[in-house]
């Protein structure tokens, strides 16, 4: 018997890196996943990886786009007819500079995505079926949203809201849906490569465990917040950074 047997999982952002991996871990464990993309192609490719049709669904769109929301939504509960859990992984960071520097529109479009489109998939999921049967949400945060991030300001920024976000929604949707956050550091992802890619070695010397994380590490926690063991979790944020907050302030 797997965790997620007889479940549904949504999960967005997941034709590679981490969505991809938890899309993964929880098919692995007796679960469905509906998993989402922008492109199609490399969105059919994950889903083949995944065991094809009855195990996987595929729907391509824009994550902040309403009616790619309510696609998604019908399709999940017409093809496998629940959804059990919801996870909130799309994120964009178009963006590297001091936040003083970055305009308006852009940082408003950072906070569509990684803030309002993950509100209104928390909702849709709400209203289409946790309302009445329950669920599970977990929401991917950053480790950038706990503290200062020079360089990647406003996404920190948006991670920080998402953050707070998940415990107000933790609050509120009690005692039937759980809503929990993971805040990875960096994680060795297509999505994360300007961060490490010239001085990788350099920057998992900063680490405490002496290497970056990867989507596995980010895959293990999700499923283990969104499976029934974390039943007494919840408006929690759990942090995977391979001890780097450890060396704050260590000489």
């Known amino acids: ?29 007796g679960g469905r996943v509906v998993i989402t993309a922008r492109k199609p192609e490399p969105l059919a490719k994950a ?19 309403a009616e790619h929301r309510a696609e998604v939504i019908e399709r999940t509960l017409a093809e496998f007819g629940r959804i059990d859990v919801l996870v909130n992984n799309t994120g964009i960071n178009p963006v590297f500079d001091a936040i003083v520097n970055v305009e308006p529109a852009a940082m408003a479009k950072i906070f569509e995505v990684n803030v309002i489109a ?20 977990v929401n991917v945060a950053s480790l950038a949203g706990q503290h200062p991030s020079p360089g990647i300001a406003v996404y920190g920024a948006s991670k920080a809201a998402l953050i707070n ?27 994360a490569t300007a961060l490490f890619a010239e001085n990788e070695a350099e920057v998992a010397a900063g680490y405490p465990l002496r290497r970056l994380g990867e989507p596995e590490d980010v895959a293990a926690a999700i499923a283990y917040l969104a499976s029934d063991e974390a039943s007494w979790v919840t408006g929690q944020t759990h942090t995977l950074d391979g001890g780097r907050t450890l060396s704050a302030g260590v000489e």
């Open 47 to 65: 889903v083949a990886e995944l065991g094809g049709a009855g195990t996987a669904l595929g729907i391509a769109g824009k994550a902040h786009d």
């Open 118 to 137: 993950a509100m209104a998939w928390v909702s849709a999921a709400y209203h289409a079926w946790m309302k009445e049967h329950g669920g599970a949400v």
């Open 165 to 191: 976000l998940t415990g107000q929604l933790a609050y509120e949707l009690a005692p039937g849906i759980r809503v929990n956050a993971v805040a990875p550091a960096v994680v060795r992802t297509s999505f």
């Open 1 to 29: 018997m797997g965790r997620f047997d007889g479940k549904v999982a949504i999960i967005t952002g997941a034709s590679r890196g981490i969505g991809f991996a938890a899309a993964r871990r929880i098919a692995d464990e």
